[in-house]
């Protein structure tokens, strides 16, 4: 490297990042009230699955709604009907980490890993239908931070500078910022 220390210089930027990440798997039991008294669950799906994120306190609000629909049927199953509800829900997704010196407006970014699915439908007492639904959600908080980078006081142009960094290699095509997190714990 051509040059001695003095020629490096440290220079502050300042970029968009991933300053929170966070993920949620949950199960909720949802009673149904259809307007027959069921004899056989035939079907069960959830439709139209519809949230908006926003960061509450050190978490990140998800609330949406979705259209379960029960397929049944009745009168000693010799009539069916489906059975349209319409559910609102709510998560509290907890940020596995959250780099608190983000600054600026913050982007939440939320995203369904696994879409509301009905995993079990069961006729109760009483004419009603118990519905388990499970979902899985994944959040990423994003915002301005400070980079610390060196630069050189000859610039990018030196051709006496090896770096040994080498364009071609695929050494950090695998890079994990995550990772960096988990060894400040």
């Known amino acids: ?18 300053c929170g990440k966070g993920h949620k798997f949950s199960q909720t039991t949802h009673t149904i009230l259809p307007s027959h008294t069921p ?16 960061k509450v306190g050190d978490a ?12 049944y049927s009745f009168k000693d199953n010799t009539q069916t009907e489906v059975k349209k509800e319409t559910v609102s829900y709510s998560e509290l997704v907890p940020l596995s980490f959250f780099d608190s010196h983000c600054r600026g407006d913050l982007e939440i970014i939320a995203h369904a890993v ?9 006729i109760s007492g009483g004419g009603t239908v118990t519905v388990r639904v499970e979902k899985e959600f994944a959040v990423e908080v994003i915002g301005e ?8 006081a000859g610039g990018c142009d030196d051709k006496d500078y090896d770096g040994g960094f080498d364009e071609t290699s695929d050494e950090f095509d695998e890079f994990e910022s995550t990772d960096l997190f988990d060894e400040l714990d």
Do not use: H
């Not at 490297?1 to 991933?18: F, H, P, Y």
């Not at 004899?39 to 926003?54: H, K, P, R, Y």
């Not at 931070?145 to 050189?152: L, S």
């Open 39 to 54: 004899s056989t669950i035939l079907g069960c799906w959830v439709a139209n699955n519809s949230f908006q994120a926003e």
């Open 145 to 152: 931070t400070k980079v610390c980078v060196v630069v050189c």
């Open 114 to 122: 696994e879409q509301p699915k009905c995993v079990k439908a069961e």
């Open 60 to 71: 990140i609000e998800i609330t949406g709604t979705y259209d379960v629909n029960l397929w």
């Open 1 to 18: 490297m051509s040059g001695t220390d003095k020629d490096l210089q440290c220079r502050e930027l300042i970029a968009k990042a991933v």
